[in-house]
Every structure is written in C-alpha cells, then in structure tokens.
C-alpha cells in the first residue's frame, strides 16, 4: 500500500514520507529543540557501547519524547530490563518497548 517497487529497490510513497521524520542526535546531548511527542524511537545497536550509568538519563531523555502509546526500538541485543522502569517490554515483539 505504501511501497512501489522501483528496480531493485522499494520507495516509500509520498503520503507516507510527508508524515515521517528522520533525526539523528547524540544521545549524550541535551535533547532541547527535539518536537515531540514520536510514535516511534529507533535506537538500534547503540546502547551497547554506553555503561550503565549513562544509560539511565538516556532512557529518561527518550520517555520525555515518546508518545503515551508509542514504541521504543531497540536492537536485539538491547533492552531496558534493569536499567530503567520508564519503559516496558512489549509482548508484541522482542525489543519493542512500551513507556510504563
């Protein structure tokens, strides 16, 4: 419905990339200037390389943008579980995380 093959490759339609945004940032930096609240957080395979103590204002950060019932990506070998208590795991799938 949202895709058209074009070669090799997918497009996204039109429709659908009006409504999406893309933003890098540091997770490390103050998140002022971010517009929220998100539907969706991907924060893949990044987490692994802070300690624990830096991940807690990280997850803080992130629950402060993500919508009431929005979703919290991270990557498989990820999790909140024993860092935070902000986020949930959801039973949908494993590394979608639910604010709580």
Do not use: M
């Not at 093959?5 to 490390?28: A, H, I, M, P, T």
């Not at 830096?54 to 992130?62: E, G, M, N, V």
């Not at 979703?71 to 604010?99: A, H, I, M």
């Amino acid at each position: 419905k949202h895709f058209t093959k074009v070669g090799d490759n997918w497009r996204v339609s039109e429709e659908l990339r009006r409504r999406v945004s893309f933003q890098k940032q540091n997770l490390l930096d103050s998140f002022n200037g971010l517009y929220g609240p998100f539907d969706i957080i991907f924060v893949r395979n990044v987490l692994i390389y802070f300690d624990t103590a830096k991940k807690s204002p990280i997850f803080s950060k992130l629950r402060q943008l993500v919508a009431a019932d929005g979703y919290l990506l991270l990557g498989e070998s990820e999790t909140v579980l024993g860092l935070t208590d902000q986020f949930t795991l959801c039973k949908v799938n494993e590394g979608f995380f639910r604010p709580a």
